[in-house]
């Protein structure tokens, strides 16, 4: 059965820390491009970071740009996103995506076969 698992999310407060994992069974993750994603409430879903599946190349939003760090760990067929110095504007359900494909750069979203089912992050004080 093919599925990508998220994990790790959970309340932190402002200026915290935490480790979201994305696990994938049933296909190996590294010939595929990896995407988080983010949607908080009343707000459209955006794109936070990828990880190409081509050379591992790293992109990451604007907005969380020098705090959240991508990275995939093969042997493991996990990929994870450590956010640091979160905010209470971080707080959304946080979704990895797989796309197949020698990518370069980050797929549209229309181009992920796989999602997961989200992890709730909540920054709050």
């Known amino acids: 059965q093919v599925q990508l698992v998220e994990s790790g999310g959970g309340l932190v407060q402002p200026g915290g820390s935490l480790r979201l994992s994305c696990a994938a069974s049933g296909f190996t993750l590294d010939n595929y491009a990896i995407g988080w994603f983010r949607q908080a409430p009343g707000k459209e879903r955006e794109g936070v970071s990828c990880i190409s599946s081509s050379d591992g190349s790293t992109f990451y939003a604007d907005s969380v740009k020098g705090r959240f760090t991508i990275s995939r760990d093969n042997a493991k067929n996990t990929v994870y996103l450590q956010m640091n110095s979160l905010k209470p504007e971080d707080t959304a359900v946080y979704y990895c995506?797989?796309?197949?494909?020698?990518?370069?750069?980050?797929?549209?979203?229309?181009?992920?076969?796989?999602w997961g089912q989200g992890t709730q992050v909540t920054v709050s004080s």
């Open positions: 995506a797989a796309a197949q494909g020698g990518w370069y750069e980050c797929p549209p979203p229309a181009e992920y076969d796989y």
